[in-house]
């Protein structure tokens, strides 16, 4: 089947105070399909943000390769500047601090991330009405984040993601600060994003009961895959770990 990325034999290494090498990632082989919710579960310390952080081009492998199957480019070997645009253009990003700007309106934090853009001013202005109406923030966006929710704020997040039209979003422990109704409340709204925005979500959890949810689940242990989960609807795994 089609994929978006694809990952090979990615390893990741780092060096501790005392000299020694921890082995994050060993030989990771995973291809992400489009259009679907794929999730990176795994327990703290299993490896799922070092390889989510290299998938979304933030950080560079010690070694392997990663395709973003778009343009076929390896992007581990980009340049800063062009992983910079790509970051910018075809990826977005959901943390788990939503890192929202406290003094600004849920409208103003999704327009001020837009300025990056370059989009004319009304441009920015419509698409981050709309990114908000999406997400059911149509009465909250002029909102500042201290009188907003939690599961509010995590919408103002993927809001802000969605605004810039992304082939990609990566979400890292995106529902960890939730309760259990507005974590899976998130979980639904990505599902709605990938069915209806044509989106592809990589996400991380260590939480078990978001697993029904995605498409595709990826477990990681102590650096590498150890299991697949394919929900019914997904025709094949589109991995070999």
């Known amino acids: 089947m089609e994929h978006i990325i694809e990952a090979n034999n990615v390893c990741m290494d780092f060096q501790i105070g005392d000299g020694s090498v921890v082995h994050a990632l060993k ?25 989510i952080n290299i998938l979304g081009a933030l950080d560079r492998p010690t070694s392997g390769e990663v395709r973003f199957l778009t343009d076929d480019n390896d992007i581990t070997k980009l340049p800063d500047t062009a992983r910079d645009k790509l970051r910018r253009g075809d990826m977005a990003f959901v943390f788990q601090s939503v890192a929202l700007i406290s003094t600004m309106t849920a409208f103003e934090n999704v327009e001020f991330a837009l300025r990056l853009t370059k989009l004319p001013y009304r441009e920015r202005v419509e698409r981050a009405k709309q990114s908000l109406i999406q997400v059911g923030l149509e009465k909250r966006m002029y909102h500042r984040p201290g009188e907003m929710s939690g599961g509010e704020q995590q919408r103002v997040a993927i809001a802000r993601a969605i605004a810039t039209s992304p082939k990609i979003i990566f979400a890292d422990e995106p529902t960890a600060e939730l309760d259990s109704p507005t974590g899976f409340a998130v979980m639904k709204l990505f599902k709605d994003l990938v069915r209806n925005n044509d989106l592809t979500i990589v996400m991380t959890t260590h939480d078990t009961s978001m697993m029904e949810v995605a498409d595709i689940v990826y477990t990681l242990e102590d650096g590498v895959i150890s299991d697949i989960t394919v929900n019914p609807d997904v025709d094949e795994e589109g991995t070999d770990a």
Not at 27 to 51: A, D, E, F, M
């Open 27 to 51: 030989g990771i082989n995973l291809q992400i399909q489009p259009n679907k919710l794929s999730v990176l579960r795994g327990r703290s310390g299993s490896g799922k943000t070092t390889l």
